[in-house]
């Protein structure tokens, strides 16, 4: 088991960055994939992106090129840099880990991009 706490959203201006942070209590060097995903107001949640423990990575579509997915085992942190934010970008934010079959959530940061 990990448990997430997600940090770094607010509000910013479109055009603008944030970064996000998920500190985990444990360490995490041995979790195999870490995600960001988000949930729009009246959406469903959907990835946003997603990195494995050898360091790959994975981006919706729709943040390719402005979003930025890292993790520092020693920090026991993972972190997505977004720049050039849209008002669509707007949504809460939730950290993911999967261990053994198993998904495990953080509470989520909001993320409000005014345009």
């Known amino acids: 088991q990990v448990h997430l706490v997600e940090s770094g959203g607010g509000l910013v201006q479109a055009g603008g960055s944030l970064r996000l942070s998920c500190a985990a209590s444990?360490?995490?060097?041995?979790?195999?994939?870490m995600g960001w995903y988000r949930q729009p107001p009246g959406k469903q949640r959907e990835l946003v992106a997603v990195i494995t423990g050898g360091g790959s990575t994975n981006y919706a579509d729709s943040v390719k090129g402005r979003f930025t997915i890292s993790r520092d085992n020693a920090k026991n942190t993972v972190y997505l840099q977004m720049n050039s934010l849209k008002p669509e970008d707007t949504a809460v934010y939730y950290c993911?880990?999967?261990?053994?079959?198993?998904?495990?959530w953080g509470r989520g940061t909001q993320v409000t991009v005014s345009s």
């Open positions: 444990r360490s995490i060097f041995s979790i195999h994939a």
């Open positions: 993911d880990a999967k261990i053994q079959n198993s998904d495990y």
